[in-house]
């Protein structure tokens, strides 16, 4: 018998498993490698041994494994119960193959059981297993694995080889019985023998006699009651037995054929040989050439056993495909006294494989197809990604435009305050200009009358200089103009730097200072709602666009400004938590219901009434805080106590931005 090759068919994917099925392989084909070197029952039945305990462990693994995942009950069930079949089957049939007479028939039953049991229930475990580890439901994986079906000729065929060791099995019970009663008739007879001969030898020709017939009639009680189709026919090839299974496939009783010489009847429209003539005849491959051209094979299992499989048309109403076997059957000197043919109903297997064929040929027009269809809307969707990334970068400039835009009505809107807080020093740097002037001309007169040199018109002049007047003004009224165009200075460098026009990319850069700077520029929209107490913390300069994150500070503090009805308080607080800075402004105002808090991100959303504002302020704030500046913008707050925004910003940004 040849070794049972081990391949990737086999293999279901799970380590354990897998590992398990190939220590199988191994033991059998260490049976198998016994059994060609005729090896002493003791060694076979050590191996037998090993076999059967090291399949109790793996089927104990496989059952654990099914309990750990959960797998549907219905499979499992059906699973042990293959499991506790097989062990059966094994246990009887090393039993009967005792003196190694039918090991043969246990490695063929152990090496097809084997590879269907792998390649049908094993790997539909596995694909549950892995169903339900994907998420699906152990129902879910149950109903999956079960849509994907099996080979029906191969499952026949395993059934089909079971039934017939059972049979096996039985048989030797019942002749191991029969042989027990006729040692024991023997023995009985042995002391009959001693008192008559004669009375004997016609008792032994009665018993002899009747044992055959008896015999007989069991072995045709055991082919008729074979689930496969068999029959037999003597060395004149007479039928002798034709079970009831080759009655139903072939649709003709026992009645009918038992004793004639038609077994071409039940397959052939005209007479000619069947496998089991050919046996009888002694002609083998000579004529099987010419019955059974490429159609037959010889069997591995049995000697002179051939096995062929064919289309019968004349069987049923659209015909049959039959898989059969025939085998000689000879008396003690070897002699052939006849044949034994068995066959097997593969249509199904057959009409399976016809569908498998037709739909893999729909299949592969349907992926031509497709992929016809996807290189169609790959090419398609490379114009839409096209016109995507045109649309993206229009999209962008746009959002770039709209900024800007934002931030010029901001600016716009802060335009009169700011106007307000340079026209303060400027207006009094003018009145004292007009001082100053006043105070040039009666010192320029007094430098006449010194240079004519008249005394009364010096001392005229001198008076109306009022020189120890202006030894006090000038320096007090110099200095107020100074500290006018300081701020005015300063308020144009404020908004200078509240802008950053040349500073639009990312660098690093002090947001407490941007802060301060942001305060300047709006410190007439908040002076008179609140007073603003800063409490700046310790924080290091980080990678940012501060022009872009001045804008956010002010659309914050605008806002605090605007949500105090009367007058209150905004406090300003920055500070440091690993690596990232924050800013935080809290207002004293009216606060925000749930719904609002909910929505104030939201573009051209505003709960101020119409003309009073666009509703992008703090959108466009969480698109620079969250989206450019990769940080997080948050906000707490409650009807009628005010409304706080946290703003976190990493020090450093990734390497993507």
């Known amino acids: 018998m040849d070794a049972f090759v081990w391949d990737q068919r086999y293999m279901t994917g799970e380590a354990q ?12 084909n260490a ?34 494994l099914m309990a750990e995942s959960h797998c549907d009950p219905r499979f499992v069930e059906r699973h042990v119960a293959v499991h506790r079949s097989f062990a059966e089957q094994v246990v009887r049939l090393r039993d009967s193959s005792a003196d190694g007479s039918d090991l043969e028939y246990l490695l063929n039953f152990l090496t097809s059981w084997l590879a269907q049991h792998i390649l049908g229930m094993d790997k539909a475990m596995v694909r549950q297993i892995e169903l339900i580890r994907g998420g699906n439901s152990p129902q879910a994986a149950y109903d999956a694995a079960a849509k994907i079906t099996t080979d029906p000729a191969t499952s ?57 017939r008896n015999l007989e009639l069991f072995l045709s009680q055991i082919i008729d009651g074979d689930p496969v189709p068999t029959l037999v026919i003597d060395a004149s090839h007479r039928i002798t037995h034709w079970n009831k299974a080759c009655a139903n496939i072939s649709g003709l009783p026992a009645e009918r054929m038992v004793g004639t010489w038609d077994q071409w009847m039940a397959f052939y429209p005209a007479a000619r040989p069947i496998m089991a003539d050919l046996i009888v005849d002694g002609s083998l491959e000579e004529r099987f050439n010419t019955y059974y051209h490429n159609l037959f094979r010889r069997s591995k299992t049995i000697e002179d056993a051939f096995e062929a499989e064919s289309f019968f048309p004349n069987l049923g109403e659209n015909g049959r495909w039959l898989f059969f076997t025939a085998a000689p059957i000879r008396d003690g000197e070897g002699r052939i006294i006849g044949a034994i043919e068995t066959l097997q109903d593969v249509t199904d297997r057959h009409l399976a494989e016809d569908e498998l064929l037709k739909y893999q040929e729909q299949l592969e027009a349907q ?100 020189l120890e007047f202006l030894r006090e003004d000038l320096p007090s009224l110099l200095a107020e103009s100074q500290e006018g165009l300081d701020r005015v200075t300063r308020i144009v460098q404020d908004l200078k730097d509240f802008s950053r026009v040349d500073q639009a990319e990312h660098q690093r850069a002090d947001l407490n200072a941007a802060m301060n700077s942001t305060l300047n520029v709006v410190r007439n929209e908040l002076k008179y709602k609140a007073d603003v107490i800063v409490e700046l913390g310790d924080i290091p300069e980080i990678d940012c666009v501060p022009a872009q994150l001045n804008q956010v500070f002010m659309n914050l503090l605008v806002n605090a400004a605007q949500a105090i009805p009367e007058r209150g308080k905004i406090f300003v607080r920055s500070g440091v938590e690993r690596d990232h800075v924050w800013f935080e402004i809290e207002d004293t105002g009216c606060g925000m219901s749930a719904e609002t808090r909910q929505r104030i991100f939201e573009p051209f959303f505003t709960t101020k009434p119409v003309g009073k504002g666009t509703g992008l302020g703090l959108s466009i704030s969480y698109d620079i805080i969250v989206k450019r ?28 931005t």
Request: negative net charge.
């Open 17 to 28: 498993v897998d590992g398990e099925h190939q220590e199988l392989v191994r033991i059998i």
């Open 31 to 64: 049976l198998i490698d016994l059994q060609s070197k005729y090896a002493s029952p003791d060694a076979v039945a050590q191996v037998l041994d090993q076999l059967v305990n090291y399949a109790v462990v793996h089927f104990a693994h496989e059952e654990a």
């Open 156 to 212: 026949s065929m395993l059934d089909a080889m079971a039934s017939l060791y059972r049979i096996i099995s039985a048989r030797n019970d019942a002749l191991s019985e029969l042989n027990r009663g006729l040692e024991a008739k023997v023995a009985e007879r042995t002391e009959a023998l001693k008192e008559s001969n004669r009375r004997l030898l016609e008792s032994e020709h009665r018993r002899s006699t009747e044992t055959r």
């Open 367 to 466: 992926v031509e197809a497709r992929t016809h269809e996807l290189a169609n809307a790959n090419r398609q969707l490379e114009h839409e990604h096209a016109e995507l990334t045109a649309l993206l970068g229009k999209i962008d400039e746009a959002q770039q435009q709209l900024l800007q835009s934002e931030k010029m009505a901001a600016i716009g809107q802060l335009a009169a305050g700011v106007a307000h807080e340079i026209n303060n020093p400027i207006g009094f740097v003018n009145s004292n200009l007009g001082s100053l002037k006043s105070y040039t001309g009666n010192l320029l007169r007094l430098v006449d009358a010194y240079e004519n040199g008249e005394a009364q018109a010096i001392a005229v002049a001198r008076q109306a200089a009022d």
């Open 629 to 656: 500046h990769h940080g997080r913008l948050d906000v707490h707050s409650e009807p009628g106590n005010g409304t706080t925004f946290r703003i976190w910003l990493p020090i450093v940004q990734s390497a993507e």
